[in-house]
């Protein structure tokens, strides 16, 4: 496969499981080594290297399918956590910290631990610690898949707000082929046997992105060609 994701874009991957979606961001996190071929990124060689430079792992947040939160840190330390590995030292991270909180609506659960959160507070909590410090590039592994439908169309509306008022450039896992076209600027198709891309399809909707262009022509006529690109155009329906 052949992909490059510009300075500020938000790119979703779509397609069966076992097509290496996940593969892909592990190897983008340095999680996973490719046995072969080419990764850059900033223009930095980084498939070669068994160590990233210090600056290139802060560039980066990582956020997982499922929270991860360690239960004996409260929500606050546990997002918290990357400025503890960094050893960041910066006047305004705890004004970032209660910003962040507040921007979710974790503010009130800042002292409470995993144990008491609901799995949409929970899920919040991981992506605002791959925010803490105020990486460049997210990397998002299907982070809302296991929520109820109205807590993942919130925090999808969140995600778009943060994303157009940072500028980070965001490459994300779904499932999901409505989420990728009301996220994205580009969704990239994806196939198995081999894991490779079939299509990359710009999404050319108007912004501020909304919940009710879901009915409209285009975004499902968008729907219709990715599924019918992974072969699944009868899953395609209005809501």
């Not at 840190?73 to 209660?98: C, H, K, Q, S, Y």
């Not at 962040?100 to 800042?110: C, E, P």
């Not at 108007?206 to 060609?225: K, M, N």
Request: one cysteine or more; glycine letters at 8%.
């Amino acid at each position: 496969m052949d992909l490059t994701v510009g300075q500020g874009e938000f790119v979703s991957l779509v397609g069966p499981s076992g097509c290496g979606k996940s593969t892909i961001l592990r190897m983008l996190a340095n999680i996973v080594r490719p046995t072969s071929g080419h990764i850059s990124i900033n223009g930095v060689e980084v498939s070669s290297r068994s160590r990233w430079p210090e600056s290139l792992v802060r560039s980066i947040g990582l956020v997982f399918q499922a929270p991860n939160l360690l239960p004996w840190l409260t929500v606050r330390e546990n997002i918290a956590l990357p400025l503890r590995i960094f050893r960041t030292r910066d006047p305004g991270l705890e004004a970032r910290l209660d910003d962040l909180l507040g921007r979710f609506g974790l503010g009130n659960r800042a002292g409470a631990y995993p144990s008491e959160l609901s799995g949409g507070m929970a899920q919040k909590a991981g992506v605002l610690r791959a925010l803490a410090h105020d990486p460049d590039i997210l990397l998002m592994d299907e982070p809302f898949g296991a929520l109820d439908p109205m807590t993942r169309e919130d925090l999808d509306l969140e995600l778009l707000e943060l994303w157009r008022s940072s500028g980070k450039t965001i490459v994300f896992i779904t499932h999901d082929v409505e989420e990728a076209v009301l996220l994205s600027m580009r969704v990239v198709v994806m196939g198995t046997a081999p894991g490779r891309i079939l299509e990359e399809i710009p999404i050319d909707l108007p912004r501020p992105r909304v919940l009710s262009q879901r009915t409209e022509e285009r975004f499902l006529a968008l729907c219709a060609h990715i599924f019918e690109t992974i072969g699944n155009v009868e899953l395609c329906q209005v809501k």
